[in-house]
């Protein structure tokens, strides 16, 4: 899924650079991208992913941590500690990423 958006931006970006429609062409083309992230369903869908992605990339990251806790230095583990502690003050997530 990722590389079909991937490829769609794509596409339209070389259609928006490579059109000899000129200007009212280029706005209109914006104006259409705007209300379409601008729609609740996609802002949903969107916001729905990522919330998914961050769980599973919560999951991910404490099933490694299980696995690798004993073999890694604790200079490293004492740093990813206070990372997770100060990124948690911050209401954020394991990824930096904040939890809204």
Known sequence: MRY???????LALGYVLGTRAGRERYEQLKKSAREFAQN???RNAAESAAHTGREAAGKAYHAVSD???DRVPESVA???????ERSQSNGEDDWGTSNT
Do not use: E, N
């Not at 004492?78 to 997770?84: D, I, T």
């Open 4 to 10: 079909r958006l991937t490829f769609v931006a794509g």
């Open 67 to 69: 696995k690798v806790q």
């Open 78 to 84: 004492a740093r990813v500690r206070s990372l997770r």
């Open 40 to 42: 609740p369903a996609v």
